[in-house]
Each structure stands twice: as structure tokens, then as C-alpha cells.
């Protein structure tokens, strides 16, 4: 009987995605994931394939624990807007792959595009015509903090980390998506 890999898988997984979150996939080295999973390069690509495929597959699967850990609701984009907001604060490296990903691949892979079908869909059933736009401004805002740049965020005079300061955006945050809804809802 073959040995079980699901540790091996593991260890290759979890190295993959602190390599691609930190590095891209271009700067992402299938050596340094190797010696972090403590496995050998042919056990990566005998189980994942080429790195590519490897980085599709840990976006894939960050998008997929993200939509898992803060399920979305169109009936309460505010609250989700909120929670999504802290899961980000939370996982920054989420965020760095979903960014390395929309830098560095010029179309989405299957598991991103699919990721975002639910969402689209919901919204379609409360924002006629302009689903993807509400999304697209909604991520946009839920993010604008993580992706201010460090100049701008050091201005924050108790930190651009503090709970203070992450409190403050968090309900401004609240208030913009609020306002968002109902521009968009005036507007369908």
C-alpha cells in the first residue's frame, strides 16, 4: 500500500503559500518551499505541478477559506464589509497573495473566477445591472486601508496598526458601505 501524503501535501501547501504570499510567483523559489516543507522538489511537482500551477492553486485555496471564514451576505454588506475588513487585518498574507495574483497574471485562474460567481450572483438579485461594480467598489473600500500607502498611513499619529486607528477606519468603513448600498439600490 502507498504511504498516505496528505502531511506531505500539507507542509508543501503551507510553504507555498508563505513563499508566494511573501515573494509572488515570480520571486517565489520552489527550493525555499522545499526545504520549508521539508520535502524534496520532485514531491512538489509530482503532487502540484509546475509553480504556476502550485501559485493558482494557493490563491484558489486562500480565496476559498476566506469565503469559508466570513460568509458573505448582500443583505448586510456593512457587517460583512466589517468582518471582512478584520479577517484581512488578521491575514495579511491573504491579501498579498490576491494582490501577487492580479499583478502577475494577466488573466484569473478558474479557482479565483469561481470564487467570486456566489457573490456576483447574490448581488444580482438586489443591484440589477451593477453587481460587479458594487463588488468591485465594496473590496475597494473593505481594502483601502491594507493598500493606503505606508506615506499616508504614517500619518496616523497612534499608528497605522493600532486597535484605535483599526477601530476608527473599521466604522468609517461601515458608514462608506452604507452609503454605498443605498447610492447603489437609488440608482437600480
Known amino acids: 500500500m502507498p504511504p498516505d501524503a496528505t502531511e506531505t501535501k500539507r507542509r508543501i501547501l503551507d510553504a507555498a503559500r508563505a513563499e508566494f504570499a511573501q515573494f509572488g510567483l515570480a520571486g517565489a523559489r520552489v527550493d525555499r518551499i522545499a ?54 487585518t488578521e491575514r495579511p498574507e491573504i491579501l498579498r497573495l490576491t494582490s501577487w495574483a492580479g499583478l502577475e497574471r494577466e488573466d484569473a485562474s478558474p479557482g479565483e473566477v469561481q470564487a467570486y460567481e456566489p457573490k456576483v450572483r447574490e448581488l444580482s438579485e438586489h443591484f440589477d445591472g451593477a453587481a460587479v461594480d458594487v463588488l468591485a467598489l465594496l473590496l475597494g ?33 461601515i458608514v462608506s458601505v452604507e452609503a454605498l448600498v443605498s447610492a447603489a439600490r437609488a440608482r437600480a
Open 35 to 88: 526545504e520549508t516543507g521539508r520535502v524534496n522538489k520532485r514531491s512538489i511537482y509530482v503532487h502540484f505541478g509546475p509553480k504556476g500551477q502550485l501559485f493558482d492553486l494557493v490563491v484558489s485555496a486562500a480565496l476559498a477559506e476566506m469565503a469559508d471564514e466570513v460568509p458573505f451576505t448582500a443583505e448586510d454588506l456593512p457587517s460583512y464589509a466589517a468582518a471582512l475588513f478584520d479577517y484581512l
Open 141 to 173: 473600500q473593505i481594502t483601502a486601508w491594507q493598500f493606503a500607502s505606508s506615506g499616508l498611513r504614517a500619518h496616523a499619529s497612534e499608528g497605522p496598526w493600532s486597535d484605535d486607528r483599526l477601530q476608527r477606519h473599521r466604522a468609517l468603513l
